[in-house]
């Protein structure tokens, strides 16, 4: 047989542990793993001293086209999750405009997305009061999940997002459950997080640290235990995005045990900085929930190396420079930083903490794969798309704004210093990043298809 492909002399990274194989590529799928492969090959990768491993599925992305494409299109942020390691993802509805929350906005999006990505891609389907009567259309459509707020969101831009109340969540759920769905979740509490926001500009109390103390921990547990509450009424299968507290992982994990179909995701930035460290970084590091306190952060780490966090997404939420000026509570609440989920949890994790590079794999990309349904993606297999990534252990860089691919060259890790890094990433057997060449070729993503 001749391949696509050869990668030669890595140590791959499978779920039960690391191995030095050769791997073969044929129609863009992984069609041999042996520890040798003598067949000849239209192309030849020396991994040597790197690690070969499934690249990240990320499934909380917001790329802001179409609507805000001056924030982030289709494009550019593909372009920086190739270089960051990431071969397929998911895409929120918002923070484009119209928000996906009807086949119509969907289309509009899936017309966008057409020969602009250099990774794979599928899309979520909102849940907004207005839209109950629209969540079959969605799924019918294609949505790979649905996602709701439980925080506040005030727009009043026409056609932006807007969060539930309790009775959308619950009637959303029914439906959601009916169609076999997965209900992801933004959850803070949003009546008290808006007040206590309200009272602290009204007193000039805006510095990082209280804008963190604006969204207390347990702004974000009440809504972990109001969703769940709301689960066990509807038989709805639940995730809860970006966790960032070890007492919300708690109660989710008590759930679980209850017999509730829930996962919980976290992200890089949750364990890359702490709350003393916002006040410096600025309002780059903005997010919500707000990034935590020292001690708090210790926990969190406690509940991911302990194997109570299903995965790892980037919450990649860009915007234009602007809009990250001024104090903390008037900037836009989001953090770009999809270049740089691998290499940096890799450096903080598996470097630095121990944790068990097919744990890390796990974290990236089995286990979304698994709870969403590609059945092509997230391990290196025989009959898997061939998304792979290489990663050197051994080399360090510093994060330099004129290196970022974003549309707007801002990320909260600037000027960081990463112990590792990725040197290639390859999306179904087709090199779209190297370290030396940068982006390769033309956009080749395809719109993700599940199993139902």
Same mark, same amino acid.
């Given at each position: 047989m001749t391949y696509d492909l050869i990668i030669k002399n890595g140590n791959v990274v499978f779920r039960d542990g690391v191995r030095q194989v050769d791997i073969g590529v044929k129609n863009e799928k992984i069609a041999c793993i042996a520890v040798e492969i003598t067949d000849e090959a239209k192309e030849v990768i020396d991994a040597s001293g790197q690690y070969v491993m499934p690249g990240m599925v990320d499934t909380h992305v917001h790329i802001s086209e179409p609507g805000r494409t001056e924030w982030e299109g289709f494009e550019t942020g593909s372009k920086a999750m190739a270089a960051g390691g990431t071969t397929s993802y998911v895409e929120m509805p918002l923070n484009a405009l119209p928000a996906t929350i009807n086949k119509e906005a969907l289309d509009l999006k899936l017309d966008a997305a057409v020969n602009q990505n250099y990774v794979d891609y599928g899309f979520y389907g909102g849940l907004v009061p207005e839209n109950l009567d629209k969540l079959e259309e969605l799924a019918g459509a294609g949505v790979l999940a649905f996602k709701c707020f439980l925080s506040d969101i005030t727009s009043d831009i026409p056609g932006d997002f807007t969060n539930v109340d309790d009775y959308t969540m619950y009637k959303g759920m029914q439906k959601i459950a009916e169609l076999g769905g997965i209900l992801c979740i933004h959850a803070e509490n949003p009546s008290v997080t808006s007040k206590l926001t309200e009272e602290m500009i009204r007193e000039g109390r805006t510095s990082a640290a209280e804008y963190v103390d604006s969204r207390p921990i347990f702004t974000e547990v009440d809504a972990v235990q109001r969703a769940i509450l709301f689960a066990k009424e509807t038989g709805c299968k639940l995730h809860l995005v970006h966790i960032s507290t070890s007492e919300a992982i708690q109660v989710i994990l008590k759930a679980r045990s209850e017999g509730l179909d829930v996962t919980v995701e976290s992200c890089p930035h949750y364990f890359a900085m702490t709350a003393e460290q916002v006040a410096e970084i600025g309002p780059k590091a903005k997010c919500q929930p707000p990034i935590r306190k020292a001690k708090d952060?210790?926990?969190?780490?406690?509940? @991911?190396?302990? &194997?109570? +966090?299903?995965? @790892?997404?980037?919450?990649? $939420?860009?915007?234009?420079?602007?809009?990250?000026?001024?104090?903390?509570?008037? =900037?836009?609440?989001?953090? $770009?930083?999809?270049?740089?989920?691998?290499?940096?949890?890799?450096? @903080?994790?598996?470097?630095?903490? &121990?944790?068990?590079?097919?744990?890390?794999?796990?974290?990236? =990309?089995?286990?979304? =794969?698994?709870?969403?349904?590609?059945?092509?993606?997230?391990?290196?297999?025989?009959?898997?798309?061939? !998304? +792979? +990534?290489?990663?050197?252990?051994?080399? $360090?860089?510093?994060?330099?704004?004129?290196?970022?691919?974003? #549309?707007?060259?801002? $990320?909260?890790?600037?000027?960081? #210093?990463? !112990?590792?890094?990725?040197?290639?990433? +390859?999306?179904?057997?087709?090199?779209?990043? !190297?370290?030396?060449?940068?982006?390769?070729g033309e956009p080749i993503g395809k719109l993700l298809s599940t199993v139902k």
């Open positions: 952060q210790a926990k969190l780490w406690d509940e @991911l190396l302990n &194997g109570n +966090i299903d995965w @790892l997404t980037s919450d990649h $939420s860009p915007c234009t420079e602007d809009l990250k000026q001024g104090n903390i509570f008037e =900037a836009w609440g989001g953090i $770009s930083g999809v270049q740089n989920n691998v290499d940096l949890m890799f450096d @903080l994790a598996v470097k630095q903490r &121990g944790l068990a590079v097919e744990k890390f794999v796990d974290l990236i =990309a089995f286990n979304p =794969a698994e709870r969403f349904k590609l059945p092509y993606k997230g391990e290196i297999a025989v009959t898997k798309d061939a !998304d +792979i +990534i290489l990663l050197d252990p051994n080399q $360090s860089y510093v994060v330099r704004r004129e290196n970022l691919y974003y #549309k707007n060259k801002h $990320s909260a890790y600037e000027g960081r #210093k990463i !112990d590792c890094r990725v040197t290639k990433t +390859i999306v179904r057997g087709n090199v779209v990043f !190297d370290l030396q060449q940068g982006i390769v």
